[in-house]
């Protein structure tokens, strides 16, 4: 599916932004499964790295080999992943906006 010239532009501009947010999210997490006291060090080990695993592919599926004819999809997975604001889903085309909405079977213009 291609996406309009425009929308390419600007989610091109935005993707740094919707890493960033993905990564603060990732680290967060880490810091909280270091710092929990319940669990051994061992057990913080373990669980930072199913964590760090899992994480890992949701950033190779969102931000690796982009490209327009992947832009709608890595789009749809920002959106499900809470990466783009309101503000900036506001932007998009109609279109573009409509095609998203249809593949999380959702209504938001």
């Known amino acids: 599916m291609s996406i309009a010239e425009k929308d390419w532009k600007y989610a091109s501009k935005l993707r740094s932004k919707f890493l960033e947010r993905l990564c603060k999210r990732i680290n967060d997490q880490s810091l909280k499964i270091l710092n929990d006291s319940t669990l051994t060090q ?3 080990y373990l669980a930072l790295y199913k964590h760090i695993d899992e994480s890992d592919k949701l950033v190779a599926f969102g931000f690796d080999g982009w490209s327009r004819s992947k832009a709608i999809q890595c789009l749809v997975f920002y959106y499900q992943q ?5 503000l900036e889903y506001s932007d998009f085309t109609p279109e573009t906006k409509e095609v998203i909405a249809s593949w999380l079977g959702i209504e938001k213009q």
């Open 42 to 44: 061992y057990e913080r």
């Open 82 to 86: 809470g990466l783009i604001t309101d």
